[in-house]
């Protein structure tokens, strides 16, 4: 790694640390020049995997994606950004144990839901509307309706 202060090309490192459920890397860095210290990030990353759209196009996997959309269904929302990189490697490792070089974006739409259900159900409700496209109020009723549900009948076990 180059030295981002005398861009020496190598560099030493002193410590490196697992983060984000052992899927990050955080390395310790010291210049042998000039001596500067600095920390990287080293993470997995989704290589060779084509995403089938609904239409039919393919295009391959993008992580910015999956945040971007991510991050809209949780805007104004509390999450920390561990919190959020935790979510977004644990969907990326559910895409990865798929095992293929294809997948529908349905299917990682269907992986997202059921993270972000567990996650916080706002962001849930807002991923959904926009994923399962709802064309109105009832569609909307219905889905709160199946996220309520369980919760309905853990209620009603408690009297």
């Not at 990030?41 to 995997?49: A, D, K, P, R």
């Not at 805007?75 to 979510?87: A, H, N, P």
């Not at 490792?93 to 839901?113: A, C, L, N, P, Y």
């Amino acid at each position: 790694m180059k030295c981002p202060a005398c861009h020496k090309p190598d560099t030493r490192v002193m410590d490196s640390r697992l983060i984000e459920d052992g899927m990050t890397i955080r390395r310790r860095r010291e210049c042998e020049k000039c001596g500067f210290r600095f920390s990287t990030v080293e993470q997995t990353e989704i290589l060779n995997l084509s995403v089938v759209k609904r239409d039919g196009r393919h295009e391959p996997y993008s992580r910015e994606k999956l945040e971007t959309g991510l991050r809209r269904s949780f805007q104004k929302l509390s999450i920390t950004q561990d919190e959020f990189k935790r979510l977004v490697n644990r969907i990326e490792r559910d895409i990865q144990i798929i095992g293929r070089t294809e997948i529908k974006s349905k299917e990682i739409g269907e992986i997202v839901m059921r993270h972000l259900k567990r996650a916080n159900q706002v962001a849930y409700i807002r991923f959904a509307s926009v994923y399962r496209s709802f064309k109105d109020v009832e569609t909307f009723q219905r889905e709160l309706h199946d996220l309520l549900k369980p919760r309905r009948a853990k209620g009603k076990n408690r009297h």
